[in-house]
């Protein structure tokens, strides 16, 4: 396994084609992701929290500034929880819930694996045969169907190469959990030649999301995906993906986890109140008015005066606005304060 929990930019980065700025670019703006948040405003205005991240920010001296959460020390880690209620699902809690809707979509218990309790502690036994479908449904449906994490994080509930929790790493595949492992899996035991499971991983890709508010989890989940890439390559064929495909995967990802408050479907704070000046015929005094944004007003999710954000329609490679798309799994709005 080529890659440890801490991921390093400068790896990244190293490996050229421009994959490190795919990884940071946000599809909406066309610009790249912001900090949004000021956690990281000490080392000065570049890190401020509508400052975007850009690669010099983040590599060579900088390289240790964007850590995962359990590697955090426990001040910022207070804080993160306090003030965006940051606080992490264990992979075992993650394998239940996506269990359960495997569950339901299969009709059926096990699916992908046993879970039980073993001296007090949580753990599931990867199921060993070849994973048949019901009736009515297929492989590639499952591979293809558009899965979508809300506030991600690290993305725990997509990708499981570690627990975000306990920063144990879970080496082998087999007992992976996330949604694009379940995916890969399937890929893994219906594809044949390479062509085939190239062409069957980049849907799955294609057919797993998620959002985020802060800039450093949002590139932490894509960076745990792209690494998912490069491990179920290796495990499949014994040598790294080429440098092409990694690099249409760093797309796909660049697309589908992103930048947004979950409660509005804009780029964070990109509302804003707008000042009217008009004059005062009688005194010719200057009246300065200002008008909050009809959406956060009013809570009214299409009013926003903020950037709504942009995602693709694999389907159709059509951009859409995300507030409009119509079937999407449902999306349970948490309530959070900022
Ligand atoms: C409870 S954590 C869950 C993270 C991950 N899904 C998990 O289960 O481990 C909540 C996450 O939501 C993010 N968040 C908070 N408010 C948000 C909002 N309005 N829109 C998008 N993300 C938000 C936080 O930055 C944090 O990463």
């Not at 940071?24 to 929290?49: K, M, P, Q, V």
């Not at 299969?106 to 060993?128: A, C, M, Q, Y």
Request: with cysteine.
């Amino acid at each position: 396994m080529p890659f440890g929990i801490d991921i390093q930019e400068d790896e990244i980065q190293s490996w050229g084609h421009e994959i490190l700025e795919t990884m940071l670019l946000d599809r909406t703006t066309g610009e790249n992701i912001i900090w949004a948040t000021d956690d990281y405003a000490s080392r000065g205005e570049a890190y401020t929290f509508f400052q975007h991240i850009t690669p010099e920010l983040i590599t060579g001296e900088n390289k240790y500034i964007i850590q995962p959460r359990v590697a955090k020390n426990e001040v910022e880690r207070k804080r993160r929880a306090r003030k965006m209620a940051e606080v992490f699902t264990p992979s075992w809690v993650c394998n239940l819930m996506n269990n359960g809707v495997d569950h339901a979509w299969f009709k059926r218990e096990p699916v992908f694996n046993v879970t039980s309790l073993k001296d007090g502690k949580h753990i599931w036994t990867p199921t060993e045969e070849k994973i048949t479908f019901p009736d009515g449904k297929t492989w590639q449906e499952y591979v293809s169907m558009g899965v979508l994490e809300i506030t991600c994080g690290e993305a725990p509930f997509l990708a499981s190469r570690y627990d975000t929790v306990t920063g144990e790493a879970i080496t082998e595949l087999n007992r992976r959990i996330g949604w694009l492992d379940r995916k890969l899996r399937i890929v893994g035991e219906n594809t044949d030649t390479r062509e085939d499971w190239l062409h069957w991983a980049k849907m799955a890709f294609k057919g797993t999301l998620g959002y985020e508010w802060q800039g450093d989890s949002l590139l932490l989940a894509r960076e745990n995906l792209l690494m998912s890439f490069f491990d179920y390559h290796e495990d499949r064929f014994c040598e790294e993906p080429a440098i092409e495909d990694v690099k249409e995967i760093a797309e796909i990802i660049s697309w589908n986890i992103f930048q947004m408050d979950g409660l509005k479907f804009v780029i964070p704070r990109s509302c804003h109140s707008k000042v009217i000046e008009t004059k005062d015929l009688i005194t010719g005094a200057v009246i300065r008015k200002e008008i909050p944004c009809e959406g956060c007003k009013k809570g009214l999710i299409h009013r926003h005066n903020g950037i709504y954000v942009n995602t693709m329609d694999w389907e159709t490679d059509k951009i859409v606005r995300f507030d409009q798309l119509g079937d999407l799994p449902k999306i349970e709005t948490l309530k959070y304060e900022h």
